[in-house]
C-alpha cells in the first residue's frame, strides 16, 4: 500500500528549502516561472478573477470532482469559478501531471514551495496561518476553524465522556460529511469545527517531510533499520526506544504541520515465502519475533515515553497493525506492471497471482497456528487503534469483506479499535475480486459484512465518500451503520486531543519543538538498532580488524556508496536526508580509510517505466545479458588492496512492493563478479544490503570469501554501523530472522499457503536445504550455555485441567562469555518436536522465547529464565484448536548452534487452550487452484 498523505500539506523540498529561507521573490522563481522573479509576490493579490496566495498549500474539503489536470494556477482560478461549489483551490506542482485541488471548505493554510493556493472572484480570504509551531488542529472546534472563541458544545468539552462527544459530534454532521471524512486523504468539517485526521507511514520511521532545519539537526525524521533488520535484533527494550522516538518525533512534525497522528503500521505479516517482494517490510517469519516486535512498536508509538503501566491522558499518534489477515505475496500485476515475468514464475500460471485477486485458502492449523498469531499478539496487548484489512481475500471471501474480520478480532478478542482498507482495496471487492455487482453492495460487502470502519482511497473521492450517501439513500445500509464507522474513528481523534483546549498549554505533546526532531538521542536509537542488526553470517578469522586505517581496502560492487538503498521502499521512510553522507564509502573517508573503489556492476541495468515499484527487466526476457564492463576496474582495485569488501543485495528494482523475486540468488552479475573478485583475492568480506534473503552458496563456500555480513537495510546511519563492525566497534550479535534457503527453493510454488506442503517453509516446517537457519548469528567472541543446578536433566510435567498463566515447567541457564571480546548476546528459547514421541501435527521447532543480554565482558556471567506455559506448550489442530497434548519434547536454550538441551515429558489428557470454534465452517480449498 502506498499512500499519499494529502491532510497535512508535506513540503517535498522542505529539507532542501526550509521554511523561510527562500524569499517571496525566489519561492516564485522556484515554481515554474509562473510570475518572474524581479516582480515581488503579493500575497492574495487580485489577479484575473481569483485571489493568489504564493507558496502556500490549503487543506480542507475537496470537491467530488476529483483534482483535473492543470498547467498553471490561472487553471486552477478558472476551474473554481466555473463551479458553484468551489471556495479555494491549490495548484500542486510537484505531482505529474501538475494538478488542482479544488475545495469547498478550508480547514488550514500551510506554506510549502510547490503549491500556489487561493479562492475564487469575490471569494472569502482563506483563515489565518497556524501559528508556527504549533499542531495541524490549532484552530479545532472553533467556527470555521478560524482561531475564534472555541464553541461551547459537548463534543469540544473535555468534561463529557468520550461516547457522549462522539454521539454530539455525529449529530452534528450530515450522512455527506460523516462519509467523507471516514477516509485516509483526510476531511475536515469546517462549520463544526472539526478538523482532517489524514494519514502517514511508519514503517521503520516516521514518514512525512522535514520541519526547518536547525543548528543540530536536519528537521527530518529518523529513518531505522527496515522490518528484518529490527527483527533481528531481538530486542525488545530497543524496539520499545525506536516507538518512543517515533512517537515524539509524530508529535513534534505535527507541531510544525508537516505530518498527521495516525499511521498506517507497523506491517506484521510473516514472510511466510522468502520471494515475497515486501519482506523488506516485516521483522521475519516467526510468529512469536513478530509478535513480540508489534506489541512494543506499537505500544511505545501510541503511549510514548511513558511509566510502564500509566495510562498516558493523550495517545501520542494513533497505530494500524497490518495487513490482515494473509497478505504475503505481491504476484504479477497484469494491469500495472509492463514487463511480462519470467516463465519461471507460477505467478504466471492462468495470468494472475496477483495482491488484488489470490485467494488464500490455508488449513485451520496454519490459521490458528500461524498466520494470526502476531496479530493476536498485538491486538490483545498493544490495542493498536486501527487495523488495516488487505488486497486479497480468504477462503473466497476478500478480506476487506471479510465476516472474519468482526468475528475474530472484536468477538474473539475483544479488540475495540476501527478497521480501514488498504488503500484502495474496497474498490477491488467490486473491480478485482468481482464478489459484488455496483457499488451499493459493496458499500455493505465492506462496511457490514467486513465490518471496515474507513476507507483507504486511491482515487479522490475515495470510494466510501462517493458511494455511502447513495447507499444510505436506497436503504443498502442504515445511518447508524455510519454512525457506528465514523463513530469508531472520531474516538481516535478524541483521544488524540484533537478536539480538547491546548492554547493555553493545556496538552504538553502539542508543545513539543522541532529540536526533538533528529535529535542527537534519535541518531544515537538509529546507530545502535543498526549495529544490532546485523548478523555475522562467516567468519574465517579475518574479522575485527582492528587499526582498519593501517589497511589498504577495495570497496567493490553496486552497493559501496549505498545511501537510499539502505532506507528501504521510498514510499515507506522520511524525507530523510542525513543518510545522503553516511554510505559505507562515504564514512570510511571521513574516518581516514584508505580506500579505492569500483562499482563493477549494477544491480539493475535498466530501470524499469515506473520506477519505483516496477521490477527490472526489459519487455522479453531473458533480455541482454547484464553489464560487465565495470569488471575491468574492479579486478585492478581489488588486486591492489590488502582486503576487498565487496557489497552485493538487492534494490527496489529487484525486490518491491507490487512484485516477488522469482529467484534468491543475486540479480545481475553480482554473483558473477563475487567470483571475478575471489580469483584475484583471498581476502573477500562480502556485505549483503537487502530485505529478503539472498540464495549466495558460493559466498558461504568460497575459501577467498573470508567472512559475511549481513546488513539487511540498516537505516539511516547504516554506514557507520558496517563499519563499526568491521573495524570491531562493536561485536555484532544479531540473529537471523528468517531462513536463508538455497536457489532451490525458489521451485516452490509461492501460492502454497499450506505450510507444509511441498517440502514446507520457515524453520518451522521445512526439509528443504538452507544455507543458514532462522536464528544463526556469530560473534567475536564466544559464549557457553549451562543448565543451572538440576535444571539441565529431563524433566515431567503434569498437564492441568484448565488453562493457567502459572508456569508449568522453568528452564535456568547460565551464560558465560568464554571468550576475549565484550559483546551481547541474544538468547533463543525453542521447543523441539521428537520424531515418533511429540504429537504429529507439531512444527519441527518453534520459538517460545528470547532475550538479549547486553554487553557481556570476558568471563563474565548471567543467568536467564524461561517458562513453559499452558499458552506456549499449546500445538494448533488439524481443526485449528490448540491444545496442550502429551508428548516428549526438546528444549533448546543458547544459539541455534551450540544449545543447551533437555527433555519436556507431557502426561496426562489432552488441554483445550484455544477452542477456535470461529475457524469451523471455512470453505475448503477448491480443488483447481493452490490457492
Known sequence: MMIRIAAIALASLACLLPVGTLGSEQILSHVEGQQSSHQPARAHSSNESCQFDWGFDYQGDDLPTGWPNATSAQDCCNFCNADATCVYWSFIMDMTPKRCALKKGLSSRSPNPNRISGSRHGGPAPPPSIPFGKPSFFFSCTYNLSGSPRLDIPMCDPSFSIDERVGDLLARLTVVEKAAAITSNGFSVARVGLPALGAAEDTHGIVCGCAPALKNNTGCPTTFPAGPGLGATFDRLLWTEIGNVMAIEARALNNQQQCPLYFLDPDINLMRDPRWGRAQEVPGEDPFLTGEYAVNVISATQNGPTVRGETPKYLYAADTMKHWLMYDTEGYQPNTDPHPRPNSSTCDVNGSCGRGTFDAYPPAQDLTGYYVKAFHAAATRAKPEAIMCAYNAEYGIPSCANPLNDKLAREEWGWNGWFISDCGAIHGILNSHHYTSDPNSTIRAGMIQGGVDVNCGDANPAFYAANIPGAVTNGSILETDLDRAAGRYFRTMIRLGMLDPMQNGEQPLTEIPSEQIDSAHARSVALTAARRGIVLLKNSGI????????????????????????????????????????????????????????????????VPPGFPNMPCGTPEPPGPAPDTSGFVDAISTAEAADVAV??????????????????????????????????????????????????????????????????????????????????????????????????????????????????????????????????????????????????????????????????????????????????????????????GQSPANAPLKRLFGFERLYTLAPGESKSVSFSSTTENLAIASTNGTETVSSGVFGIELGDVVTPATRTLTLAGQPLVVRENAWVRGLPEKPSHSLA
Open 646 to 835: 565487496v557489497f552485493l543485495g538487492n534494490d527496489q528494482t529487484t525486490e518491491a512492493e507490487n512484485f516477488d523475486r522469482v529467484s534468491l540468488e543475486l540479480p545481475g552479475a553480482q554473483s558473477e563478479l563475487l567470483q571475478t573478485i575471489t580469483a584475484v583475492q583471498n581476502n573477500v568480506i562480502v556485505v549483503l544490503l537487502n530485505g529478503g534473503p539472498v540464495a549466495i552458496e558460493f559466498a558461504k563456500n568460497s575459501p577467498n570469501v573470508k567472512a559475511i555480513i549481513e546488513a539487511f537495510q540498516p537505516g539511516e546511519l547504516g554506514g557507520d554501523a558496517i563499519l563499526d563492525v568491521i573495524s570491531g566497534v562493536v561485536s555484532p550479535s544479531g540473529k537471523m530472522p528468517y531462513t536463508t534457503y538455497t536457489a532451490e527453493y525458489s521451485s516452490r510454488d509461492i501460492r502454497e499457503v499450506n505450510l507444509r506442503a511441498d517440502g514446507g517453509t520457515t524453520y518451522m516446517w521445512t526439509t528443504r536445504p538452507t544455507l543458514w537457519p532462522f536464528g544463526f548469528g556469530l560473534t567475536y567472541t564466544t559464549f557457553s550455555y549451562k543448565w543451572e543446578g538440576t535444571s539441565g536433566s529431563a524433566i515431567r510435567v503434569q498437564i492441568p485441567s484448565t488453562v493457567t498463566a502459572k508456569p508449568l515447567a522453568t528452564h535456568v541457564i547460565t551464560v558465560t562469555n568464554t571468550g576475549r571480546v565484550i559483546s551481547d548476546c541474544v538468547v533463543l528459547a525453542f521447543l523441539v518436536s521428537i520424531p
Open 543 to 606: 574479522l575485527p580488524l582492528k587499526h582498519a586505517e593501517n589497511i589498504n581496502f577495495a570497496f567493490i560492487g553496486p552497493h559501496l556508496n549505498a545511501t537510499r538503498d539502505m532506507l528501504s521502499a521510498p514510499q515507506y521512510h522520511g524525507s530523510n536526508t542525513l543518510v545522503n553522507t553516511h554510505s559505507p564509502l562515504q564514512v570510511a573517508l571521513r574516518r581516514h580509510w584508505k580506500v579505492s573503489y569500483a562499482r563493477g556492476c549494477n544491480i539493475c541495468d535498466t
